[in-house]
C-alpha cells in the first residue's frame, strides 16, 4: 500500500514543505482512509489482487496462478481497485491539506 500513500502523502509538492509531525499525520490518515476504502469499497477479489500486487509484490501472472483467476481478470481487478482508490483518495488528500492550512493558520503559522 505504500505506492497510494507516497503518492498522496510523499511526493506531493504542497505537502514537501510540512513539518515532519504534519507529514506523520497526514500519512496516518491516508492510511486510515485507505483500509477503509480497501474493506468497504473493493470486492473481496480485488482486495486480494491488491494485497498480492502491493504487500506480497507479484506479477499479475503470480496473482493470476495463486487466485486460480486468468491474468486478465486480474488485471481488471487491480485496474478497477487502483482507479477507486485513488478516486477516494483524491478526496481525503484535499479534506486534508484543507485542514492542515487551517490548523496551521489557526496556530498562527501561516
Given at each position: 500500500m505504500i505506492d497510494f500513500i507516497q503518492l498522496f502523502c510523499g511526493e506531493n509538492d504542497e505537502n514537501f514543505d510540512l513539518d515532519v509531525d504534519t507529514q506523520k499525520i497526514t500519512r496516518e490518515a491516508i492510511r486510515v482512509a485507505l483500509n477503509l476504502i480497501m474493506k468497504y469499497e473493493l470486492?473481496?477479489?480485488q482486495q486480494r489482487c491488491i494485497k498480492l500486487k502491493f504487500e506480497e509484490q507479484m506479477t499479475q501472472c503470480e496473482i493470476a496462478r495463486t487466485l486460480h483467476i486468468s491474468q486478465p481478470t486480474v488485471c481488471r481487478h487491480l485496474a478497477v481497485a487502483t482507479h477507486t482508490i485513488y478516486n477516494h483518495l483524491k478526496y481525503?488528500?484535499?479534506a486534508l491539506?484543507?485542514?492542515n492550512k487551517l490548523w496551521l493558520e489557526w496556530e498562527g503559522i501561516e
Open positions: 470486492s473481496e477479489q481525503c488528500a484535499v491539506q484543507k485542514a
